[in-house]
């Protein structure tokens, strides 16, 4: 089954990468660094194939699924691109706003529309999209991040409305703290402070991220729901 990653260059990426190989995907990877992700593939000795794509740019994602066709298509669609943000709301414009969205949100609209004729012609398609825990419980400063992932998460439902019929399941996966990537550009102090909201008292195991996804793959009744991982952080 082949699954197209994106942001697939990031530290959660990295660490999962391995899980979904043993699992048995065909890896697709997008990531605007290519060349540094084919050689941490073949260092590791994963066979993935890989696909310069800056998803903020539309010709970039039409390149990219022009790529993926060649490939055989694409089965399993996991938008996980995304950055993270941090601005007081009274900093914060529609400008930058606009910005966080493009990146966070719009390129999993990119890549959901142009996966989505070919999983209706083939009668099967998974879209994951990867949202976070800060969508539902902000803390100071992640309005923008927290309303693009939000956003995510409502686009998801609709998709799973409208794909209903067609043997596609839309989703998102909501992480809470997981010990990589972007986890690790937040101030110690702070990480101290949100590991004492973590009722479990320790940062996701970003491994464990696979089997949700796996899950996500192999369930064909879930759709339109949001997955969360959080070690009991937040709960709907
Ligand atoms: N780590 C956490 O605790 C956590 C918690 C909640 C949610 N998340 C979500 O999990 C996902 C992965 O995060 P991470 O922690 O692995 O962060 P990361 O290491 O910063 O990885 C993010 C990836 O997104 C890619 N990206 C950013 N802008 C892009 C663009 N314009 N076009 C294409 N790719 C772009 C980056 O690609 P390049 O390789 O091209 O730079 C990078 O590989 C994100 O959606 C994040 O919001 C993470």
Redo the contacts with the bound molecule.
Sequence with gaps: MNLLL????????KAILPELQALGYTLLLT???ADALKAHCEAQGIPAKVFP????KEEDVHALFEWVAAQGGVDVLVN?????HAAAAWKLDAAEMQKVMD??FL?AVRCTQLALPAMRTQSFGRIIS?S??VAHKPSFGTSAYSASKSALEGYMRGVAIDVSTKGITANTIA????N????HDVPEPLLEEVKRGIPMDHFGRPEQIAAAIDYLVKSEYTSGQTIHINGAQWMP
């Design positions: 994106t942001g697939a260059g990031g530290g959660i990426s990531t605007r660094a794509a800056d998803l903020t996980n691109a995304g950055v993270a990146t966070n390129s990867i976070s825990v992480y809470g703290y997981m990589a990537g972007m986890l």
